[in-house]
C-alpha cells in the first residue's frame, strides 16, 4: 500500500505519578508478579503515595509483609482481593479473618485463564478446575464477620458436562488499571519479560483497561523478541538504574560453608 504514513504513538510518561494521577478511590488492578518476582514495586509505592483508598488487587498474591502489595495492604488501602495464593503475609490473613477485608480465592491457573481471557474480550469459559471442590460447589469464605464468622461466601457456579467430562463455567477479567513490570520495552509499549517476571506480568497487562509498565531498559526492540505487543500498554515509566536493580527476595535460604574434609552434599 502507498501513500499512507504510520502513525507511532510515544506511550513513555515522565514518571510513576504522572502515569497514576487519574486514579481514584474504589478502583480495581491487576498487578504482575510471581512471589516478589517481578513486581511493580516503582508503581505500587507511587499507588501508595497518591493516597486512594478501597481498590480491588488481581494478583497471583499480595505481596508479603512490608513488601509489594503488602505495602498497600498494611496501610489499609486495599477493600478487595482476588488471588489464588495467600503466602507468609500475616497481615493478610489477619485482615481476613478480622473482616477489614474481601478476597475471593480461586485456581492459580484458572486466575490466569481468567485475566487472558477478559484481555481478550473472551466473557467466561469452561475449566475442569475446581470441579468437585467449594470453587464450584460454593461455600468459600469471601468475608469474615469480627467473631471470624463467615458473613459472605461464594456462590455455586455452573457446571456442564463436555466429554464425558464435568466442568466449571469461569469468567473473565477486566480491571481498570493493570500495573506491570518488564526488563525492557520501547516508546511504543512493547515488553519483554525476564524469566520468572514472565509469570502474570502479561497477562495482568492484557486485562487492564489502561495497562502501565514499568521498565528496566527503554531501548529499540527487534518485532521478534516481543512477549507483549504494545496495544495492551497505554503508559510506559521508564525506571532509574538505581530502581531498576532494586529488586527483593521472597525468602533467602543459605546454608553454611562445608568443613575441610566434609562432605557438601
Same mark, same amino acid.
Given at each position: 500500500?502507498?501513500?499512507?504514513?504510520?502513525?507511532?504513538?510515544?506511550?513513555?510518561?515522565?514518571?510513576?505519578?504522572?502515569?497514576?494521577?487519574?486514579?481514584?478511590?474504589?478502583?480495581?488492578?491487576?498487578?504482575?508478579? *510471581?512471589?516478589l518476582s517481578g513486581i511493580p514495586n516503582v508503581l505500587i509505592q507511587a499507588l501508595y503515595d497518591t493516597g486512594v483508598r478501597g481498590i480491588g488487587v488481581?494478583?497471583?498474591?499480595?505481596?508479603?509483609?512490608? !513488601?509489594?502489595?503488602?505495602?498497600?495492604?498494611?496501610?489499609?488501602?486495599?477493600?478487595?482481593?482476588?488471588?489464588?495464593?495467600?503466602?507468609?503475609?500475616?497481615?493478610?490473613?489477619? #485482615?481476613?479473618? =478480622?473482616?477489614?477485608?474481601?478476597?475471593?480465592?480461586?485456581? #492459580?491457573? =484458572?486466575?490466569?485463564?481468567?485475566?487472558?481471557?477478559?484481555?481478550?474480550?473472551?466473557?467466561?469459559?469452561?475449566?475442569?478446575?475446581?470441579?468437585?471442590?467449594?470453587?464450584?460447589?460454593?461455600?468459600?469464605?469471601?468475608?469474615?464477620?469480627?467473631?471470624?464468622?463467615?458473613?459472605?461466601?461464594?456462590?455455586?457456579?455452573?457446571?456442564?458436562?463436555?466429554? !464425558?467430562?464435568?466442568?466449571?463455567?469461569e469468567y473473565g477479567i477486566t480491571t481498570d488499571f493493570a500495573l506491570v513490570r518488564a526488563a525492557r520495552g520501547d516508546r511504543y509499549g512493547n515488553l519483554? *519479560?525476564?524469566?520468572?517476571?514472565?509469570?502474570?506480568?502479561? @497477562?495482568?497487562?492484557?486485562?487492564?483497561?489502561?495497562?502501565?509498565?514499568?521498565?528496566?531498559? @527503554?531501548?529499540?526492540?527487534?518485532?521478534?523478541?516481543?512477549?507483549?505487543?504494545?496495544? *495492551?500498554? #497505554?503508559?510506559?515509566?521508564?525506571?532509574?538504574?538505581?530502581?531498576?536493580?532494586?529488586? =527483593?527476595?521472597?525468602?533467602?535460604?543459605? =546454608?553454611?560453608?562445608?568443613?575441610?574434609g566434609e562432605d557438601a552434599s
Open positions: 500500500m502507498t501513500g499512507r504514513s504510520v502513525v507511532r504513538r510515544d506511550k513513555v510518561v515522565a514518571d510513576a505519578a504522572e502515569a497514576l494521577a487519574d486514579v481514584r478511590d474504589g478502583a480495581s488492578f491487576a498487578v504482575g508478579g *510471581f512471589g488481581v494478583s497471583n498474591n499480595c505481596g508479603v509483609d512490608g !513488601g509489594g502489595l503488602g505495602v498497600l495492604l498494611a496501610a489499609g488501602r486495599i477493600g478487595r482481593v482476588t488471588a489464588s495464593y495467600i503466602g507468609d503475609n500475616k497481615e493478610f490473613a489477619r #485482615q481476613y479473618l =478480622s473482616g477489614e477485608l474481601e478476597v475471593e480465592l480461586t485456581p #492459580q491457573g =484458572s486466575l490466569a485463564e481468567r485475566l487472558r481471557a477478559g484481555g481478550c474480550g473472551i466473557p467466561a469459559f469452561y475449566t475442569p478446575a475446581g470441579v468437585g471442590t467449594p470453587v464450584a460447589e460454593g461455600g468459600l469464605p469471601l468475608r469474615h464477620g469480627p467473631d471470624g464468622s463467615v458473613t459472605l461466601a461464594s456462590p455455586p457456579k455452573e457446571v456442564r458436562e463436555f466429554g !464425558g467430562r464435568d466442568h466449571v463455567l519483554v *519479560f525476564n524469566k520468572a517476571a514472565a509469570n502474570f506480568n502479561p @497477562l495482568a497487562a492484557m486485562a487492564g483497561r489502561i495497562t502501565i509498565a514499568e521498565v528496566e531498559e @527503554l531501548t529499540e526492540l527487534d518485532p521478534d523478541e516481543v512477549h507483549l505487543p504494545g496495544v *495492551f500498554v #497505554q503508559r510506559v515509566v521508564r525506571l532509574t538504574p538505581e530502581q531498576a536493580t532494586d529488586k =527483593s527476595v521472597e525468602r533467602r535460604t543459605t =546454608s553454611a560453608p562445608a568443613s575441610p
